[in-house]
DNA sequence: ATTGAAATCCAAAGCGCTTTGATCAAACTG
DNA sequence: CAGTTTGATCAAAGCGCTTTGGATTTCAAT
């Protein structure tokens, strides 16, 4: 069923149809409700196609997800983003398109989509310092959100993002609050935006608790629930190893938890840990009661506000919202007092 | 630049040059080549919406991502099934529209989405037992291949699933030989068809080895790290826990492991475990050797095959193609020799 | 009664592409 | 050399919608 059977059905002409299906107030009630009734009983929709071609406007966003080719990697967060942003693209009556490309192509990707007209914005994942991204999409002149922030990249643009630097500051700082003295870094990878931040944000807290930072004690990797346990494990088995933990993922902390079980020492007694929590569906950080202290802040929410950013741009093209949202600091099982160490004792 | 600047430009009518480009054989070589040359000149790029519009075919398919509502749940397979997919629709052309949508209102989704020719075909996730969206779809009369299968559904459709059910048996049956007696299923949520298969599997291999299945070893919940954790935790709690745990997803095994490790029993010795495993990208089961003993199959390659079968499917419709995967098994460290129990002495 | 204005409705153009059916020249037939 | 085929190109119709610019009717106000 069409529009054209559907206003010969009801006797009417297209244009009428139309208006009455679109809310346009040249149309009576009366004939509103008669038009919308046959609508639906007739199961009518219009084809989005050809409603785009007319419009001019596609009603769907592209998600670009960045993948790492070589080892063919998603990382679970964007499905909690993307499950937030889907909702509010439903509610406004928007698509979402989603192309997975490896690192290499994504600009190819977003220029064609954007130059095929097939989608009316972008989100942008993952950004890197100075990501070329953004400056491709300023060119293009097509509405975008950044999911995280671009160091370096021309700052007039929307962006969704948590305040890394302040969180991880202060989950440092609350370590070093309990004692701790040799505290390390289990970051993600520092060619992405948001773990450089983490870092900065880990030793400025240093500074501020007059903390020499060790580079030793830091690593960065891919945020794979193996890599925390290898990191940890290496970290725990030195002779002078960190009595605590500061993971950039859930899932890095359920490594590293791994590794410390293993080595047989307790959680929250001789190694403390914190982790950031994205609240992620399949990995929630224990059930009523937290289960590691973390830095929390849902992923899911920020999908939707991204979302909503993006559909505000949309609206009006002149605004550019930047939403910074506040993590929270909740305090679970996995943190206590520095316990007394070699080094601590011979200080005494 | 569209089509029609492009021609003028050309100085050859549209005909031709959307002939050109799109490889019919009514053109000389030569024009061609000159055409071809212009379009990547000025970065042409067909409008997507025009050309649905005159072919017919939106270039699209539809994911419908089930989502639990009330808990915000998307499984972290769906990352991976559809990172796969996307590469083979990348391939072929096609875009990826992704909608999140609660349990209850899929088929309308659908309905929709096809109604408004805004996709092509579907793959639907994540199918139960008489699964409706089965019946919908071949009544809309558009491809589509499920993950999974879905018993008591009309079977004439294309699906791609891994062999659940022999796979769980051979693991089960792999765990009695060892001597286990009491083994304990934790498997994924029980309304969705896989999880059914992979408890027939479990008790298949209890009646080929004459053992007696408890119904109070087998727990069905959403595979996440924390009702892992919960299920083997209150088993091997019990006065007459199970040696053995089959876990149906990895991050179930983790939640498991977590359990083991806390009351200080030792993986492989005083308790085996084997787990299902994706092959999840931020959940690989350990490095070079596998940690945990599994059944292994990679969804995203799953994603790859489901892609590939929905292509062939549009392009020749009375294909239904039905592809059914094998396991892996893989030997690690998790699993050993039933140990000695108070009952088997007894018995003895 | 007359006049606008407001309320309804419509015909037709246009969005950017594909595709049908036709044209016309050049290249083969016998 | 007339007649046919082949090769290369084009004009125009159409895909299903929106939207512009009237046309017609209604009705309160003059």
Same mark, same amino acid.
């Given at each position: ?8 059905? %009801? ?26 009734? @046959? ?41 909690? +983003? ?11 009556? +928007?698509?979402?398109? %989603? ?10 990707? &977003? ?10 914005? +972008? ?20 509405? *975008? ?38 505290? &390390? ?8 935006? *948001? ?35 290898? @990191? ?7 002779? !002078? ?21 293993? %080595? ?12 950031? !929590?994205?609240?992620?569906?399949? *990995? ?7 289960? +590691? ?56």
């Amino acid at each position: 069923m069409n529009l054209k059977e559907l206003s010969n059905h %009801l006797g009417l002409s297209q244009t009428t149809v139309s208006r009455a299906l679109n809310g346009y107030p040249e149309v009576s009630e009366t004939t509103r409700a008669r038009v919308v009734a @046959a609508a639906d009983r007739h199961g009518y929709r219009p084809n989005t196609r050809a409603k785009a071609l007319a419009t001019g406007r596609s009603m769907a966003i592209g998600h670009i997800l960045p993948v790492s080719t070589r080892n063919e990697m998603v990382n679970p967060v964007f499905a909690d +983003f993307i499950a937030g942003a889907s909702e509010t693209y439903s509610r406004a009556g +928007f698509d979402l398109v %989603l192309s997975v490309v490896g690192d290499q192509d994504q600009g190819t990707h &977003a220029r064609d989509l954007a130059g095929r007209r097939a989608v009316d914005g +972008f989100i942008v994942h993952a950004p890197r310092p100075e990501d070329p991204r953004i400056a491709l999409l300023k060119e293009i002149c097509i509405p *975008f959100v950044v999911h995280g922030r671009a160091t370096g990249a021309d700052p007039d643009h929307a962006w969704v993002d948590i305040n890394n630097l302040r969180a991880f500051r202060r989950a440092t700082e609350f370590l070093a609050d309990l004692g701790h003295r040799r505290i &390390a870094l289990l970051n993600g990878l520092e060619t992405y935006d *948001f773990a450089q931040r983490r870092r900065a944000g880990f030793l400025e807290a240093h500074a501020a608790r007059g903390l020499e930072p060790d580079e030793t004690l830091m690593s960065s990797s891919e945020m794979t629930e193996q890599n925390g346990y290898t @990191a940890a494990r290496e970290l725990l088995e030195r002779s !002078d190893p960190p009595t605590a933990l500061l993971c950039s993922s859930i899932i890095i902390a359920f490594g590293a938890r791994r590794a410390v079980d293993g %080595l047989g020492l307790r959680l929250g007694k001789d190694v403390s840990l914190i982790s950031h !929590d994205d609240v992620l569906s399949y *990995f929630r950080n224990g059930g009523e009661e937290p289960y +590691f202290t973390a830095i929390r802040s849902s992923v899911w929410d920020a999908g939707r506000q991204a979302a909503e950013a993006l559909m505000e741009q949309i609206a009006d093209p002149r605004k550019r919202p930047q939403i910074l949202l506040e993590t929270d600091f909740v305090i679970g099982g996995s943190t206590g007092p520095a316990p007394d160490m070699e080094h601590r004792l011979k200080e005494a």
